[in-house]
Nanobody, 123 residues
Framework: QVQLVESGGGLVQAGGSLRLSCALSGRTFGSYTMGWFRQAPGKEREFVAL????????YYGDPVKGRFTISPDNAKNTVYLQMNSLKPEDTAVYYC????????????????WGQGTQVTVSS
């Protein structure tokens, strides 16, 4: 059974940076496409970024392109989301997700989800 544990959320001022981490356990890390999603109060869940197995490809949602970077650490079974130039509209609960089918990550229908970590950006 795959387990995902996020960390790294917090409160930051606009223009600042945070790095989120998502550790995968239970299965072979390199077999999964990993994704980040976010959900703000009163809004639908939104795709943020994904990385394909072994870091061969990345894809970002339009609101975060050029500001966020997703990257893997295969030795630690961990994927990171580096968030720079943060804006108040980035405030949300951020969720890590994984699936062995990239199409399901793109669709947001992943089999495995973390518990979420709160990111709050003050203006």
């Amino acid at each position: 059974q795959v387990q995902l544990v996020e960390s790294g959320g917090g409160l930051v001022q606009a223009g600042g940076s945070l790095r989120l981490s998502c550790a995968l356990s239970g299965r072979t890390f390199g077999s999964y496409t990993m994704g980040w999603f976010r959900q703000a109060p009163g809004k639908e869940r939104e795709f943020v970024a994904l990385i394909t197995p072994r870091g061969s490809g990345t894809y970002y949602g339009d609101p975060v392109k050029g500001r966020f970077t997703i990257s893997p650490d295969n030795a630690k079974n961990t994927v990171y989301l580096q968030m720079n130039s943060l804006k108040p509209e980035d405030t949300a609960v951020y969720y890590c997700a994984a699936d062995d089918r990239s199409s399901k990550v793109v669709a947001g229908t992943c089999d495995y989800w973390g518990q979420g970590t709160q990111v709050t950006v003050s203006s």
